[in-house]
């Protein structure tokens, strides 16, 4: 089955540091990754995706993502947080559909 | 700001009221969906309308009816609710239908069933 696994229900930073959200894949063939970001009280925002090509993506915000095919990961970073980062974080596979991960609160503390 | 608007905000309805739920964009995309979504839950696809057919019904209960007037607009029809369909409900429009496409999703309807 295709799925998406965010292993950390929260992960909390200082401002200023660098942080990563944690998405690992199980697909067939080839993955479409996305990364998602919610903030409260609104809908989900795109920050970016990997189709093919380079294995590091940079997205909107600031945000970039690593695709690594061999451990299956599609890790989220960001080399230095801000408070306004805080928010909740989806990863996602296409399938037939897109299947999203459970989601990740980040909380970027001053 | 987002480029999908939906209305209302919030929407609170008793368990035999009838009401519906708006969506709007003028990106010239040519696929729309429905989400439901609990509170710090992943997102739950409801519909798809692809050039404006129908293309995916995710099992949807029948209370909830969706309606495509035409490539900008997606109309999310409610009746007869239960407690448990209390959620945010989002539209999102994207390029195509293929899953490619980047979602581009509204701020959502907030639904509170009484």
């Known amino acids: 089955a295709q799925s998406v696994a965010q292993p950390e229900d929260q992960v909390n930073v200082a401002e200023g540091n660098p942080l990563t959200v944690k998405c690992t894949y199980s697909v067939s063939g080839n993955p479409y990754l996305f990364w998602y970001v919610q903030y409260p009280n609104r809908g989900l925002q795109f920050l970016l995706k990997?189709?093919?090509?380079?294995?590091l993506v940079k997205g909107s915000y600031g945000f970039e993502a690593e695709f690594n095919k061999s451990q299956t990961s599609f890790h989220l970073k960001k080399p230095s947080a801000l408070v306004s980062d805080s928010a909740l974080y989806f990863c996602?596979?296409?399938?037939?559909?897109?299947?999203f991960g459970a989601g990740t609160i980040l909380r970027v503390k001053s | 700001d987002t480029e999908v608007t939906q209305t209302p905000k919030h929407l609170v309805m008793g368990m035999t009221n009838k009401k519906s739920l708006k969506c709007e964009q003028h990106?010239?995309?040519?696929?729309m969906y429905w989400y439901k979504q609990k509170a710090k839950k992943p997102p739950e696809l409801m519909f798809v309308?692809?050039?404006?057919?129908?293309?995916i019904n995710e099992s949807v209960p029948s209370r909830f009816s969706p309606e495509c007037p035409n490539s900008s607009l997606l109309n999310l029809h409610l009746h007869a609710l239960q407690p448990e369909d209390s959620a945010l409900y989002l539209c999102?429009?994207?390029?195509?239908?293929?899953?490619?496409?980047?979602?581009?999703f509204g701020n959502g309807t907030r639904l509170t069933v009484t």
């Open positions: 990997y189709i093919t090509g380079d294995n």
């Open positions: 996602a596979v296409r399938y037939n559909k897109l299947v």
């Open positions: 990106m010239g995309h040519r696929a």
């Open positions: 309308y692809s050039y404006e057919k129908l293309s």
């Open positions: 999102a429009s994207s390029q195509g239908g293929g899953w490619d496409s980047p979602l581009h």
